[in-house]
Nanobody, 121 residues
Framework: QVQLVESGGGLVQPGGSLRLSCAAS????????MGWYRQAPGKQRELVASMPTGGVPNYADSVKGRFTISRDNAKNTVYLQMSSLKPEDTAVYYC???????????????WGQGTQVTVSS
């Protein structure tokens, strides 16, 4: 199966920057997209940014101009560069992969365990 391991979360002051990384491993036949979601306490999980394979990135309005998603397809890795961070960016950030583990499997979503990002002075 597909495993996703995130890293890079932590505590940062408002206006600061962080870079999240997520490496996919295991049995991976194809990847349609990789991206990042976040969930703040008491709120639903929401899309932050996604990047289809061979496509253009998609961002939530709240992070446009501040966050940048990128992928290293050779390493099955996705990154999220976060700048000008605000307290409202505080959440658990989850890596997401949409694709197939084996060629006979249907396209499915896979999730990482999440990494905490806290923006506070």
């Amino acid at each position: 199966q597909v495993q996703l391991v995130e890293s890079g979360g932590g505590l940062v002051q408002p206006g600061g920057s962080l870079r999240l990384s997520c490496a996919a491993s295991g049995t991976i036949f194809s990847i349609n997209a990789m991206g990042w979601y976040r969930q703040a306490p008491g709120k639903q999980r929401e899309l932050v940014a996604s990047m289809p394979t061979g496509g253009v990135p998609n961002y939530a309005d709240s992070v446009k101009g501040r966050f940048t998603i990128s992928r290293d397809n050779a390493k099955n890795t996705v990154y999220l560069q976060m700048s000008s961070l605000k307290p409202e960016d505080t959440a658990v950030y989850y890596c997401n992969l949409f694709g197939r583990a084996r060629y006979i499997d249907p396209r499915s979503e896979y999730w990482g365990q999440g990494t905490q990002v806290t923006v506070s002075s």
